[in-house]
């Protein structure tokens, strides 16, 4: 769950079945000791892996090989939750065996009541209120990262990699296979892993870290061999041992996945344009490679990729300033990026997506546009990415590496002018983009110093000069913990430079991060001849991280005005200085009423570099769990009113008012078969300057262990009294004209997911949405630093709006002629997009996917928010997109 503030911590990260929801949601841990243990406590006993002999079992679930009879038993699992360090309720054991070239882990999942095991039918890599087991494997033996490898009942597998000690990637997909099986006494699940999709270094005698895990879903109890303590940090570096492998060597890793696609979109035609037909088809092929440079450095490249499976983007109004953040979808670019995240803000507030890295500028939109001279221009919905690699790994000795980079093709857009001649304009620069990182680990992990750098570069053509030329950033971060892993500083440095004709460099400096040509702005100065901009940023926080139910931390997070990163990474905004503070009391042990509890106090401040007080605030949030396993969250968040140096999108500072706002939801069982939850939040801006609400249900049915259908309806209001509409230069003056603004916006997303069998499965994605807007009152800023609301607006009346059907002037002086026109500034924006995704993993690592796609959108001048007419029009009258699409590709191990 996401808890809405500016700063605030919430719930962490999951680890196999969001198994930190209890545990440190504070910025990232680290911790790596000797044996994974803290000083001053005894090792533990470490598993034993024995060869197995005299073959490797047969994989299909039954453990009745004659090899597992050799190997020792692991049974002393310990409960985290409900009761933890507790033994587990029910008996669990597990055996590990090895040959030359995978390690084998059998578990025998004893139960009692073997008919309430829950094993729920879905695709690969999705979580359920299933039974599960897990094998974690800390090849590097660095207490920092980990290979997660789990299975539940029915044969579904999910993997998992981690980084950092207790962050997490669930997009990386290994090769590997596991069976299972049930009896009356429970159930067995038989692992084979091969070593090629591990990492280690070659020796005599491996010893790796190690840790196994058991939930049994209907008690909601996690078992685990080695336990990490839920009021401690850390996670892999609270791993176990394992040792007896002996006499392997890293496997050389060559992966060659090669893939086929073929496509047809069909969409209505427009009489007369030659890139408008009814229908196109395409096909393509390419190839993702996957090589093991070293047996600690991997190889990851793609050659001409296609990502047509992706689920599309929703659809959002923004009437903002700023860029709309999208996540990343696409395998290639999702797989193993945690080694290239540099985010260049702390928390999870709104600025928690910015990172000095967005793999979505890779491949991004064409940024310019064709002229069609009287005629008809193509539309180039993406940049061609030609290739892309990566290079990524740790040494024994410490060193984590990293390099990506990426080649994009130059976008060339045809048009046929109005006498039918035909021309191209460039759309798209060839770029090429390029991110590195080198961090050495010190005191076992516990202490990081690390580099990180990013560059762009564009072979820019006459018509694109107003893109920068090159981007180029490079930083500095540190962690340092300490008393027991207990206490933490971590900190970032960065600097930035771009360069670009004086067109694009004086662009930059008009941007919304930082609008240097505000008439008020005396500290930076706007020059449109200069042909480059560096800037520079960073963060420290120091604090208490784990240990105990008390936690703390502080920090200081700034960026010059000059600080520029979105050629590669995303940004919205620069010079400011934030001081923050998070103090936090958690409940981790059940008592009469909740199983756990836990409260969140945030507060911040923040300037500009000209030392305005842009904004103060605070919050209080909380979340907790009932007993019966419902839970819930809520917040209240206040807001002191500062200078706003971006309300006027270039013009003067203007004074924003103070606001007050508020969250709140719940949710049931996540185990039954019928769950939801609500979600709310409101909020007012002080001198009635606004309101606002948004309100969101969730509904999930799970008709049969393989069926799952859910519905999530959300709807919002607003009254902005304040929305920028523009800025117009009229009677030998500049006017920055607002509106009071209406909004309504109601959507709701469907998925539905229907597997046939662990690698075959069928998945729906559909969302309608409708968003209107409708304008009240018209005014312009008159004194925008006035100490009431009321006197920084000169509202036209009557007297000087001139209305012509939908249409809006102004009469400034009231002489009967527009001096302002504001057009019609009313809209409904309507849009349904749906994927259908079949994919069949026919063989290990080989996929096959049919996907249609459909989208359809519609847009209007009439402001009023009527849902039935709206869904009438956008399945009536919207234009309609439809693709059918095939991909398959194959894997090969060589």
């Known amino acids: 769950m996401n808890f809405k503030s500016s700063v605030s911590r919430g719930c962490g990260p999951a680890f196999f079945t969001a198994l930190l929801s209890v545990a440190s949601p504070a910025p990232a841990q680290q911790q790596s000791l000797t044996n994974g243990i803290h000083p001053n406590r005894p090792a533990p006993a470490p598993a034993t892996a024995v060869r197995a002999t005299p073959a490797a079992p047969d994989i299909d679930g039954r453990l009745d ?63 359920s209120p299933s039974d599960w087991v897990a094998v974690a494997i800390d090849s590097y033996f660095d207490r920092r990262t980990a290979f997660v490898f789990m299975v539940n009942p029915a044969g579904v597998k999910r993997d998992i990699y981690y980084f950092d000690d ?41 010893r790796f870290g190690f840790n196994l895990y058991r939930k049994i879903n209907r008690l909601n109890e996690e078992q685990f061999w080695r336990l990490p303590p839920k009021a401690e940090s850390g996670m892999v570096s609270r791993f176990g041992d394992l040792v007896g492998i002996q006499g392997i060597k890293p496997p050389r890793r060559v992966e060659v996945v090669p893939y086929t696609a073929a496509g047809s979109a069909f969409e209505p035609r427009e009489a007369g344009n030659p890139f408008q037909t009814g229908t196109d088809h395409t096909a393509r092929a390419g190839a993702d490679l996957r090589v093991g440079v070293t047996s600690n450095l991997t190889l990851s490249a793609t050659l001409n990729p296609d990502f047509g499976q992706v689920e599309a983007d929703p659809a959002v109004v923004n009437l903002s300033a700023f860029e709309t953040f999208f996540p990343e979808k696409r395998p290639f670019f999702n797989e193993g990026l945690d080694i290239f995240r540099f985010p260049i803000a702390l928390g999870d507030g709104d600025g928690a997506n910015e990172s000095l890295f967005y793999t979505r500028r890779i491949g991004r939109a064409p940024q310019g546009s064709a002229d069609p001279r009287g005629g008809y221009a193509e539309e180039i919905p993406q940049t061609t990415i030609l290739s892309a690699a990566k290079l990524s790994g740790k040494t024994p000795s410490g060193w984590t590496i990293g390099l990506l980079g990426a080649l994009t093709a130059e976008e060339d857009a045809r048009v046929v002018d109005g006498v039918g001649a035909p021309f191209s304009d460039v759309v798209e620069p060839r770029s090429t983009y390029l991110v590195g ?4 680990d010190f005191r076992g992990g516990l202490t990081q110093i690390g580099l990180f750098g990013t560059a762009v570069d564009r072979d820019l053509p006459t018509n694109l000069d107003d893109l920068r030329s090159s981007a180029y950033t490079g930083g500095l971060s540190w962690t340092h913990r300490f008393r027991r892993d207990t206490y933490g500083i971590d900190g970032r440095l960065v600097g930035s430079h771009v360069l670009g004709s004086a067109a ?32 520079y940023a960073g963060n420290v926080s120091v604090g208490k991280r784990g240990g105990g139910t008390w936690r703390f931390s502080t920090g200081v997070d700034f960026r010059s005005p000059g600080f520029e990163v979105n050629d590669i990474g995303f940004q919205r905004s620069a010079d400011q ?66 200078l706003s140096t971006g309300a006027l999108r270039g013009g003067p500072a203007f004074r924003q008012p103070s606001g007050i706002n508020g969250w709140t939801g719940f949710y049931t069982d996540e185990r039954k078969r019928l769950r939801g939850g609500v979600n709310a939040s409101l909020g007012r801006q002080d001198e009635n300057a606004g309101w606002w609400m948004w309100i969101g249900t969730g509904l999930s049915w799970r008709a049969a262990s393989n069926v799952d259908l859910m519905a999530h309806p959300s709807v919002s209001r607003q009254r902005d009294g304040w929305q920028y509409l523009q800025r117009t230069n009229a009677l030998g003056a500049d006017h920055y004209v607002f509106g009071e603004l209406n909004q309504t916006t109601a959507s ?26 409708d304008y009240v009152t018209f005014k312009r800023v008159a004194d925008p630093r006035a100490a009431r609301l009321a006197d920084r607006f000169d509202v036209f009346r009557d007297d000087r709006l001139i209305r012509s059907g939908t249409e809006v002037a102004v009469d400034l002086n009231r002489d009967g002629t527009p001096d302002i026109d504001l057009g019609n500034p009313d809209f409904s924006y309507l849009s349904f997009r749906s994927n259908l995704v079949l994919r069949w993993e026919y063989a290990s690592g080989s996929t096959l996917f049919v996907v249609w796609q459909h989208g ?31 991909k398959a590709n194959y894997w090969f191990s060589l």
């Open 748 to 773: 709701m997303t469907f998925r539905g997911n229907l597997t046939f069998a662990p690698n075959l499965s069928l998945q729906l994605y559909a969302e309608p949405f409708v968003s209107s807007g």
């Open 166 to 206: 207790t962050n997490d990637d669930t997009s990386w997909d290994a090769v590997w296979d596991v069976a299972t099986s049930r009896d009356a006494e429970g159930w067995t699940a038989e692992f084979r892993i091969p070593f090629s999709q591990l990492r280690f270094a070659a020796a005599d005698e491996h």
């Open 856 to 886: 359809r959108g519609h847009a209007t001048g009439d402001g009023r928010f009527r849902l039935g007419p709206s869904l009438d029009d956008l399945f009536s009258a919207a234009e309609t997109r439809n693709m059918v699409l095939v």
């Open 437 to 440: 990182k080198l961090a050495r």
């Open 65 to 127: 090989d004659e090899a597992w009879h050799a190997a020792p038993v692991i049974s002393d699992f310990t409960q985290r939750d409900p009761n933890e360090g507790q033994p587990g309720s029910e008996r669990t054991e597990a055996r590990v065996l090895y040959t030359d070239n995978a390690l084998y882990v059998g578990f025998r999942a004893f139960d009692a009541h073997a008919s309430e095991i829950a094993a729920q039918l879905t695709r690969r890599d999705e979580e």
């Open 577 to 642: 200085a934030v001081q923050w503070v998070w103090v936090n009391k958690r409940w981790l042990q059940p008592g009469k009423v909740f199983r756990r509890f836990n409260v969140n106090a945030n507060q911040w401040s923040a300037w500009n570099f000209g030392g305005d007080r842009l904004t103060t605030g605070a919050n209080v949030n909380l979340n907790y769990t009932f007993l019966n396993y419902w839970g819930g969250y809520a917040g209240v968040n206040r807001e002191f009113g500062g």
């Open 504 to 535: 694009a460099i004086a662009r930059t400096q008009r941007s919304s991060a930082r609008y240097y040509q505000r008439p008020d702005n005396d500290y930076v100065t706007y020059d449109p001849a200069r042909t480059s901009l560096s800037g």
